[in-house]
């Protein structure tokens, strides 16, 4: 029988040349890795990031990066300049012409000549830094006249970037030859997300998969807009949470900008009953602000879904729970934490999911 069993094996070995036995070889790992990449597949975590334009999505992405020790490559960060740049005078233009259009005077009638070199100024020519360190005086005198500190402080009039303030008050830094963008500055960086941008990033062990879903709408400056950012927001969060598609999946509202909220509400300079009458709070207090605004968007969830029960069973129609962060985008430390806390929900969720399976 032992001998029946070597001859069985000499057969085997002269049944495949060589080169066919290291063509299966081949196969079998290449069949091992697909397996590998279907488990990997199935363990992804995947987070849809959606919203208006200027939300805060991209940077929220570009924090994960951060956060995770995901350095940006030396071309991205030479994107990033060049993108900086373009804010900066695309910023100032906004100004320039905010100040004419709302009537404030120059205080030195002298930067009127300035504000117009900078109309005439096309921002994708400035994109290297020594045309920008010629164009960056005259940025900076307009930046110090108080006409465009007015029209600044006036900005709910009208559309203006987050970010312009936080160049222009960076100026003097931004104009040097040598400067580099730190993660800071790439944080505050506007441009415009142009169809899906997907990025995987392994998170304790975990692969989490952020796909980035442009929002920018058409024409997106417009003077003295019908609409306002907060309903303009409230209208596609609306969409989004009430469509068919995401009646199963769990929805996570991040209200972002939180540290501009904060510093309006405190100002004085605007009140949120001229917007919304409706509201009762305090128009100076942050919390009863915040309060009213997180009513604003679960007021219109409406969608439902049925629960599965264990074996597959139907349960009971129950409204998905809609979960919620007050955050800050361009600040590491909060969206930190308020990450960490998301994390801990998915995971625990997607457990809950698989033990109902």
Same mark, same amino acid.
């Given at each position: 029988?032992?001998?029946?069993?070597?001859?069985c094996?000499?057969?085997?070995?002269?049944?495949?040349?060589?080169?066919?036995?290291?063509q299966? #070889?081949?196969?079998?790992?290449?069949?091992?890795?697909?397996?590998?990449?279907?488990?990997s597949?199935?363990?992804?975590?995947?987070?849809?990031l959606?919203?208006?334009?200027?939300?805060g999505?991209?940077?929220?992405?570009?924090?994960?990066?951060?956060? #995770?020790?995901?350095?940006?490559?030396?071309?991205?960060?030479?994107?990033?300049?060049?993108?900086?740049?373009?804010n900066?005078v695309?910023g100032?233009? $906004?100004?320039?012409? =905010?100040?004419?259009?709302l009537?404030?005077? /120059?205080?030195?009638?002298?930067?009127? *000549?300035a504000?117009?070199v900078?109309?005439?100024?096309?921002?994708?020519?400035?994109?290297?830094?020594v045309?920008? =360190?010629?164009? &960056?005086? !005259?940025?900076?005198?307009? /930046?110090?006249?108080?006409?465009i500190?007015?029209a600044?402080q006036?900005?709910? *009039?009208?559309? !203006? +970037?987050?970010?312009?303030?936080?160049?222009?008050?960076?100026? #003097?830094r931004?104009?040097?030859? @040598?400067?580099v963008?730190?993660?800071?500055?790439?944080?505050?960086?506007?441009?415009?997300t142009?169809?899906?941008?997907?990025?995987?990033?392994?998170?304790r062990?975990?692969?989490f998969?952020?796909?980035? $879903?442009g929002?920018?709408? &058409?024409?997106?400056?417009? /003077?003295?807009q019908?609409?306002?950012?907060?309903?303009? &927001?409230?209208?596609?969060?609306?969409?989004?949470?009430?469509?068919l598609a995401?009646?199963?999946v769990?929805?996570?509202?991040?209200?972002?900008?939180?540290?501009l909220?904060? =510093?309006?509400?405190?100002?004085?300079?605007? @009140?949120?009953?001229? #917007?919304?009458?409706?509201?009762?709070?305090?128009?100076?207090?942050?919390? @009863?602000?915040?309060?009213?605004?997180?009513?604003?968007?679960?007021? $219109?969830?409406?969608?439902?879904?049925? +629960?599965?029960?264990?074996?597959g069973?139907?349960?009971?129609?129950?409204?998905?729970?809609l979960?919620?962060?007050?955050?800050?985008?361009?600040?590491?430390?909060?969206?930190? $934490?308020?990450?960490g =806390?998301?994390?801990?929900?998915i !995971?625990?969720?997607?457990?809950?999911?698989?033990?109902?399976?």
């Open positions: 029988m032992a001998t029946a069993m070597l001859t094996s000499c057969c085997l070995r002269f049944k495949y040349s060589p080169e066919e036995i290291e299966r #070889h081949k196969s079998q790992q290449i069949d091992r890795m697909i397996e590998r990449e279907r488990q597949f199935r363990r992804q975590v995947k987070l849809l959606l919203g208006a334009g200027e939300s999505k991209s940077t929220f992405l570009k924090q994960m990066r951060i956060i #995770h020790g995901m350095r940006f490559e030396p071309e991205a960060v030479k994107e990033y300049q060049q993108t900086i740049y373009q900066l695309r100032m233009r $906004v100004l320039v012409d =905010a100040r004419d259009k009537g404030i005077p /120059w205080q030195y009638e002298s930067n009127s *000549e504000g117009e900078v109309l005439r100024t096309d921002p994708n020519t400035i994109s290297e830094p045309p920008f =360190a010629r164009l &960056s005086p !005259l940025l900076q005198a307009l /930046w110090d006249d108080s006409g500190r007015t600044f006036r900005r709910s *009039e009208y559309q !203006l +970037s987050d970010s312009v303030e936080y160049f222009l008050d960076n100026l #003097h931004i104009s040097r030859l @040598d400067w963008p730190s993660n800071q500055d790439i944080l505050h960086a506007r441009r415009a142009k169809g899906v941008v997907e990025c995987v990033i392994p998170i062990g975990v692969p998969r952020f796909v980035d $879903v929002g920018q709408r &058409s024409q997106r400056r417009k /003077w003295f019908r609409t306002n950012r907060l309903e303009e &927001s409230r209208n596609v969060f609306d969409t989004i949470v009430n469509h995401f009646g199963n769990s929805v996570i509202l991040f209200l972002n900008k939180t540290d909220l904060i =510093a309006k509400v405190r100002s004085g300079h605007t @009140d949120i009953r001229s #917007h919304f009458p409706q509201f009762t709070g305090d128009p100076r207090d942050p919390t @009863d602000v915040q309060t009213f605004i997180l009513s604003l968007f679960s007021s $219109v969830v409406r969608r439902r879904r049925r +629960s599965t029960g264990i074996g069973r139907e349960g009971e129609e129950r409204t998905q729970p979960f919620h962060h007050f955050t800050t985008a361009v600040d590491t430390e909060n969206i930190k $934490v308020v990450f =806390a998301v994390r801990d929900t !995971l625990r969720r997607n457990l809950e999911a698989l033990m109902l399976q």
